[in-house]
């Protein structure tokens, strides 16, 4: 049990630090949006970068591993936007924002800094290979469902349009081409440059983590309490059931499955209200869910850690 602990609660007292030194103005609010752009749009696309250019694609990218992930995270989708629609009687358009929050989970700060803790860095290659999928697959998923609803007979064209645009300017999808270039075509960085990068990519957790705890601060819960719960619920409970259950079955390897799992357990990523806010629908849900998640994601990843091998 102090083994798990030591695993989980580095990564949210540096998350909590974040949301402190907010909270009691010592970072002040314009600092959370310059650390947050540092962290996504420079360090974290030196990290991915780094990690796609060295890893053994035909070992990460297996079907194994991807397949029960992405299945389950589908099946999260379906249920969600059920969800939204049957239970909570929100419109289409609500209930898709609200199926992208148990799309989308926080696979790259969290999942990424925990499996690290837990397992060592040597443990990251699946988690890389999750990761170099997660934002185009969920942002086609997520923008092609809520374009379709949005824009009836005209929906295929818009959404082919803003899936281009989300996807191409997102500096994490950019360091993920740029390193799977790399690896392509087998070349190597410089050394000076390469240590350049190395820098930035160390920053790149710690950054992210306190700037996160400081975004976190501005998204307190109001109303809509049976909606988080249930995102919450899908996001840390079904998706990571379904991942264990399916790679069980598949004979996924053991770092496979921890990697797959932990990544699913993951609360949903800040990337859930920036999809609601862009439409301006379940924006309360999706801030509230994100907060409400990642504190409960405490508790329950501790448990995952337990139940894995």
Known sequence: MQGLLEAI??????????????????????????????????????????????????AAFDLRLLGPFYIGAVTCFAVGIAGGRLLFRRPWDHAVAIGFCTLFSNSLLL???????????????????????????????GLTAMELVRAGGDGPLRAARSILYAVFRNGLVLGILAGLAMNLAGVALPAVLSDA?????????PAALFALGGVLYRYRPEGDVLAIAFVCAVSLILHPAIVWSLSQLVGLDQAGLRSAVITSAMAPGINT?????????????????????????????????????
């Open 9 to 58: 609660i580095p990564v949210f007292l540096v998350l909590g630090f974040g949301y402190l030194a907010t909270w009691r103005g010592l970072f002040p609010d314009a600092a959370v949006n310059g650390l947050m752009t540092f962290a996504q749009s420079f360090a974290l696309p030196c990290l991915l970068f780094r990690a796609i250019a060295g890893l053994d694609l035909g």
């Open 111 to 141: 999942g990424l800094a925990i499996t690290e803790r837990a397992y060592g860095p040597d443990a990251l290659g699946p988690n890389y290979a999750i990761i170099a999928l997660h934002s185009p697959f969920c942002y086609v998923v």
């Open 197 to 205: 990068v190395d820098l930035m990519a160390r920053a790149a957790l």
């Open 273 to 309: 209200y920036l999809f609601a806010n862009l439409y301006g629908v379940a924006r309360r849900v999706a801030a509230s869910s994100v907060l409400v998640g990642t504190a409960a994601s405490i508790l329950t990843t501790w448990v995952w850690l337990a139940i894995l091998p």
